[in-house]
């Protein structure tokens, strides 16, 4: 899947979404999955990363929205995928549905002060 195929996919699913969508516009890169998982399952990892990032004291962003969705999706199958802004400060992780036709939900782990260094160097 292309940066703009997702960035076409994301829309207001959760708060995460737009600025997911704007770092892809602006050339950041993004990776799907082929695997797949029950929304259960995916509920319950956003969940602990969720309190992970809390006790941490990293800013989230749609979190709480995402478990909600995907509790909601239950053992029906997701595909999970990633969007890293162009200068590598942002990190999301959306999940769509198990073709890869909807974005389901999107969640913005804490923006970096340093950008993550680039594979390979």
Not at 14 to 43: K, N, Q
Request: net charge positive.
């Amino acid at each position: 899947m292309t940066p703009e195929d997702l960035a076409e996919l994301l829309t207001d699913q959760t708060p995460a979404c737009r600025p997911a969508r704007a770092a892809l516009l602006a050339g950041g890169s993004c990776e799907v999955w082929p695997s797949v998982l029950s929304g259960a399952h995916c509920a319950g990892i956003v969940r602990t990363r969720f309190r992970v990032s809390v006790r941490k004291g990293v800013a989230t962003l749609g979190f709480p929205e995402s478990a909600e969705i995907l509790s909601g999706v239950g053992e029906a199958l997701v595909r999970t995928g990633w969007i890293r802004s162009a200068d590598r400060r942002q990190y999301f992780q959306v999940y769509l549905d198990a073709a890869a036709t909807t974005v389901l939900a999107c969640i913005r782990a804490g923006i970096r002060n340093n950008p993550l260094p680039t594979p390979g160097t």
